[in-house]
């Protein structure tokens, strides 16, 4: 039977993920349109494009923890109306500003904001699921936040060659603080007051070049539009894909039959990327290990809260935090 406070922590943690999602567009979209537009951003040269793209995650590396520490002393709300506000304005920014300098700033800034969305999303995730249900909430959070991603690289890929990457920018900024009001209504716990908690919780236990090509009815399909296609597959079947393993680990036999699974499938198929295949098949095999992926990150995020309850909640999850960012370098 579900209760009055499973909706109420299930509504949360939607709430939380949609508002993530919606931050995501303007970053997503860079990784489609960057390397094929950057002259439009006012870089000098194809390189400044990958440091771009990466500066992001090494900033978050020394901000984590800082991150962390704020989290102690302000509401989970506070935080999370930090990340919108650097996300909304930093998107933003990407219309606003040209040069490498300006925009080494902008995704610094960016990194910072997923540090607070980071740490703050999985706070929440810890503190309002269901002890019973944290692998079916870790997978409706993941599935529903990377739908930004989704977005972000369909759109991204779809507008800029149309319109422009700074009117786009510029959409999905404003889009990102569209999620100020979700915040501002919504009512979550104090930091504060989960720290005085913590003793009653741990006792819970391929390449194309630039030209379009016209197919049927007209429609003008750009080499953005097809990468964004490919790279947006995963965040497709991510809602159901991660609530549904998420809700397997959640079962008598545990997490760690998945995950072992899990691990050697990922690691078998993305060993078969580096075969030449038939293109047909390296697209599935690509798939094979985007899914592959997707569970993998399900359920350690998911063990990752199961271990969280038995310390502190935040200050565990700035460590796994920043253990993610290093493996994403």
């Known amino acids: ?5 499973d909706k109420k922590s299930s509504k949360t943690i939607t709430i939380v993920a949609l508002v993530t999602a919606l931050s995501l567009l303007g970053d997503s979209m860079l990784y489609i349109a960057l390397p094929i537009y950057w002259e439009t951003a006012g870089l000098e040269s194809i390189w400044q494009v990958g440091v771009l793209l990466s500066i992001n995650r090494f900033i978050r590396l020394p901000f984590n923890p800082l991150v962390g520490w704020m989290y102690k002393r302000i509401s989970l709300k506070t935080g999370l109306i930090i990340a919108i506000l650097l996300g909304g304005f930093t998107t933003i920014g990407y219309g606003v ?16 904001a997923w540090s607070f969305f980071r740490i703050g999303g999985l706070s929440v995730v810890a503190l309002y699921a269901d002890n019973n249900k944290r692998g079916s909430s870790m997978g409706l959070y993941n599935g529903l936040y990377r739908t930004g991603s989704l977005v972000g690289m369909l759109l991204g890929g779809l507008l800029v060659p149309i319109i422009g990457l700074s009117t786009v920018s510029f959409g999905f900024g ?13 009512n979550f716990t104090q930091d504060n007051e989960t720290s005085k908690e913590t003793g009653e919780i741990n006792k819970s236990k391929p390449f194309i070049g630039k030209t379009g090509y016209k197919v049927s009815l007209n429609v003008v399909v750009s080499v953005t539009l097809l990468s964004g296609i490919i790279q947006a597959v ?13 809700h397997w680990s959640d079962g008598p036999r545990g997490r760690l039959p998945i995950f072992i699974v899990s691990l050697i499938f990922a690691g078998i198929v993305f060993g078969m990327i580096s075969i030449r295949l038939p293109l047909g098949l390296w697209i599935i095999i690509t798939l094979l290990v985007m899914a592959g992926a997707t569970i993998l990150t399900t359920i350690l995020d998911t063990i990752a809260l199961d271990t969280a309850k038995t310390a502190n909640v935040v200050s565990f999850l700035t460590i796994y935090s920043i253990s993610q960012d290093v493996g994403l370098l």
């Open 1 to 5: 039977m579900v209760t009055i406070n």
């Open 234 to 246: 995963r965040w497709a079947w991510e809602p159901l894909l991660g609530r549904t393993v998420g």
């Open 174 to 186: 404003f889009l990102t603080l569209l999620g100020l009001p979700l915040i501002l209504k919504s």
């Open 97 to 112: 500003f040209e040069g490498f300098i300006a925009w080494v700033i902008l995704r610094a800034v960016w990194g910072i």
